[in-house]
């Protein structure tokens, strides 16, 4: 069975005004899917530098499916055109952001975006596209949430436009603690727990003898 994911990308992208951006929800696979040449559409989308921005959405955020979904954003023009579209230069840059991390479960199965999650996204697309003069914001990598991609660096990864792949992992705070004494507590706290739990049980087995016993 075949899907229409890249009908639909090319048929956007022809209608797309010279300096017009379009974008389009589609589920995850498309970003990776070797199937059925979608593999080799999608490299010549990247060759020609059509590819402006993917985001990777927060799961569960449409009703009747539970398909993790991206958002694709396609240019024809990354050269930026002065006292026209208020763009910066950006010829073979791709931005990547995953806000799979944002939003908040609205019902027990549906996540939502709240006004702040829609706002960091799209302030970071528009810083990313524009200049700080134009915005008020420099755009800045944010590790774990957002990057600018050489298409180089894309390339080199079999034009798999994951944006996991590309931004990396969120740093966590190192609390200073030696890696061997870090090991060694957290040992001994197993070790008394499991003291603690044995000691527990015998208590129990021995309130269950004594009302064994009283009953004879």
Not at 126 to 150: K, P
Request: hydrophobic fraction near 40%.
């Amino acid at each position: 069975m075949q899907n229409a994911n890249y009908a639909w990308l090319q048929h956007f992208l022809w209608h797309c005004a010279p300096t017009g951006t379009v974008g389009t929800v589609l589920a995850n696979g498309s970003l990776s899917s070797q199937q059925n040449g979608e593999g080799d559409i999608r490299q010549a989308m990247v060759d020609r530098d059509v590819v402006e921005c993917i985001v990777a959405l927060p799961p569960q955020l449409f009703y009747g499916t539970q398909i993790p979904a991206c958002l694709w954003f396609l240019t024809k023009n990354k050269r930026g055109v002065p006292n026209r579209v208020k763009t910066r230069p950006r010829q073979s840059e791709t931005l990547f952001v995953d806000a799979r991390g944002l939003g908040f479960l609205e019902q027990r199965t549906v996540r939502a975006l709240g006004a702040d999650d829609i706002a960091k996204i799209a302030g970071t697309y528009h810083a990313w596209r524009s200049t700080s003069d134009q915005t008020g914001v420099a755009y800045e990598d944010v590790l774990g949430f957002c990057r600018s991609v050489a298409t180089e660096e894309i390339v080199a990864n079999g034009y798999v436009l994951t944006p996991g792949r590309y931004v990396g992992s969120e740093e966590t705070g190192d609390d200073g603690e030696p890696m061997d004494a870090k090991i060694a507590r957290l040992g001994a706290e197993v070790r008394n727990g499991f003291a603690k739990r044995a000691q527990l049980q015998e208590k129990v087995l021995a309130a269950i003898d004594s009302l064994v016993v009283g009953n004879e």
